[in-house]
Every structure is written in C-alpha cells, then in structure tokens.
C-alpha cells in the first residue's frame, strides 16, 4: 500500500507498508516516546551530536548506537522476546532518509528530549522536535493503522523536568495519543508509568526532589484513572499497564538482588551532550547518567512490560537475572543482524529543524 507524500508540521515523508499476515501475537510494534524508548532517532535528527558519541578528548564510545544508555534499550529487549523471531521497529528518521526501506517490524517514533504535545523544546535542539501526540500525528497521517500491532506509549518526564506542573494536560496528551491511535483502529496498547523522577541524580540537582516526586505520583495515579475509563469505554482494547514506578523503588529498595552496586549516583560524569568519564561497570550502576537509566535496568524495564503482556506480576529478582543475561544476547544479536542505510540522513534531519 504506497503512502502519497504528506507534509506536516515537522516533516516530509513516504514509503510502503506491506500487508502482513499474523504471525505471532503481534505482527509489530509502534513506539512512542522520549530518550528513554528512542533507538536513535535525536541521534540522527543531530548528524550524530545528541546523545554525544564519544568522551571528550578520546575515541572511547560514550552511548551505545544512538541510545541513551550504555547497551541496548528496553525497546530492543523487549522486540528481541515478544514475538519469535523477534520484532525490531525501524527509526522514524531512518525511513526519512531512506523512503524504499519497507519496516516490516513496525515504526520508531520516539525522540530523546520530546514532551507529550504535538511539539517540544529541549536543550540541544534548535528548534522543535515532535512530541507523543505529534509522533502519533506522523503515523496516522502517513501509515494505515495495523489492529493487529502493540503501540507503546511512555512520556510525561520532560514535561515536569521542564517546569511544567499540569499534570492534567500531560494526562489528557497521553490519552488523546492513545485515543487517536484507537479511533484508526489500534487495539494492543502498552502504556507506562513513570519513576519517581525526584530520586534521579538530575532530579535531586534542581533543588525540588520532593516536587517532582510529588508530580510522578500524582501522574502516575492520574494515567492510572484514565486507563481504568478507557477501558470501561472501549472495551475492545488491550491497554497494558507497566509499572516502572514500582520496580523503579524494588531495584532502589533492593539493589543487591537485581545485580545493581550503585542506585543512586550516575556512571557518566557528564551528561547527554558532554562526557569527561565512564566509570568500569556502567552495569552495575542504576543510573548511566544523571537521568537516564543503564543498559540492565532497561532490560528490567522490557522484562516487566512482557509480564504485563501475559497478565503476570513483575518478575521476582531471582528470575529477573536469569532472563537479562538471556535477554542481553538475543537484543545484542537482533542490533548486530539489523542492517540500517544512513545515506541523506543530513537532508532527512534539514527537514525536521
């Protein structure tokens, strides 16, 4: 089915998205997010820039391919396991770049840095970059909606790092993006909650932990409502909930039992846009930076979304380790086996400034 070119606020796009026969529980996956689900999207919108690739003043890698973390991200974790042979959506700004890519897997619509409007500022960027609702915006108006995909929806934590307090409009932002998805015909939907942003080290830098503690819960208790009445109004719909909040305070309750040495200080000595140090075991640590979380921990984030699919609880430490090193050498083998075209990618990220 050939897409007509559709311009939009953000940017100019087209390719085909083939019929597929289910194969699997779900025939692919859509993502919509922030850093913490982007598989390289900020990456590559900034020739390479966001999240810095190296520590200064040497050629040592600082983040891994483009993501926010030290290793693969829960998305890869996560696609590497929900379907055999597994499920690897293809970056939006990729296909930007690369309009005779089919995606086969789904799209990655995620940007490090996006709020949960239609747009966000963020430092580093010039301009805007589409938030949840506007990354919603890009697939409806450019791709057919596939009942028989899992849309992932996580945001919410660069609006209140942002000084934003209205919990009611990050709410309504996440819910409208779920409803716009529904009404094209989505079905399977996997929505998260957020961590106690006030305990990260970048949190407790701003001088207000206890505030945006404050903001995470009242979020958390608010996303919890509206899922409750979307489904009590749509009960055709999956809406899987996943409860970061609570394994985000297990692992800091418990460190020692999810294989974690550190979980309140970050590995990086730095942040996203400059490192001057990595410390030795980034994996041993919760946090690889002053926000966002390292590779093990993303791996218990795509761990507890997978229990939340097969209507389980989080899965008890003790198992948990057991499946991150399973989890490790499948997402590490789906990254190496992923073959991505980069060329235009300069003109593809002119397009979205």
């Given at each position: ?6 311009a ?47 520590v ?61 409007g ?52 990050v709410?309504q ?45 009242v ?34 309750a ?5 294989g ?16 001057t ?15 966002h ?13 997978l ?8 899965p ?34 002119s397009?979205?400034?």
């Amino acid at each position: 089915m050939k897409k007509e070119l559709v311009a939009t606020g953000f940017i100019v796009f087209c390719f085909t998205l083939p019929q597929r026969a289910i194969a699997a529980k779900f025939d692919a996956l859509y993502v919509f997010g922030d850093s913490i689900s982007d598989t390289g999207n900020t990456f590559t919108a900034t020739q390479g820039q966001i999240p810095v690739p190296r520590v200064n003043n040497s050629n040592r890698p600082a983040y891994f391919q483009g993501r926010f973390s030290n290793g693969p991200i829960w998305v890869d974790y996560f696609g590497s396991q929900i379907n055999q042979p597994g499920l690897t959506p293809t970056p939006f700004v990729t296909l930007l770049a690369n309009p005779n890519i089919v995606p086969t897997d789904g799209v990655n619509f995620a940007f490090g840095g996006a709020q949960t409007g239609i747009a966000s500022s963020f430092p580093g960027f010039q301009d805007n970059i589409p938030g949840v609702l506007g990354q919603v915006g890009l697939l409806r108006q450019n791709l057919p909606v596939d009942p028989n995909a899992l849309y992932s929806v996580f945001g919410g934590g660069n609006d209140y790092f942002a000084g934003n307090t209205n919990v009611n409009q990050v709410i309504q932002n996440l819910t409208n993006s779920i409803g716009s998805l529904a009404q094209g015909g989505a079905k399977n939907f996997l929505v998260f909650n957020l961590p106690d942003l006030g305990e990260s080290p970048f949190g407790k830098s701003l001088g207000f932990s206890d505030q945006l503690n404050q903001l995470t819960q009242v979020h958390n208790q608010q996303l919890a409502s509206a899922i409750s009445s979307l489904r009590t109004s749509n009960p055709d719909l999956n809406i899987y909930s996943v409860d970061i909040n609570t394994l985000f305070n297990t692992v800091r309750a418990t460190p020692s039992q999810f294989g974690f040495k550190d979980v309140t200080t970050a590995c990086v000595t730095g942040n996203f846009q400059q490192v001057t140090n990595i410390c030795n075991n980034p994996d041993d640590f919760l946090f690889f930076d002053d926000i966002h979380s390292s590779s093990r921990f993303q791996n218990l984030i795509a761990q507890t979304a997978l229990a939340a699919v097969n209507g389980k609880t989080i899965p008890e430490p003790s198992a948990a380790l057991g499946m991150l090193a399973l989890g490790a050498l499948s997402a590490v083998g789906m990254l190496k086996r992923k073959v991505k075209s980069t060329s235009g990618v300069v003109e593809a990220a002119s397009k979205i400034r």
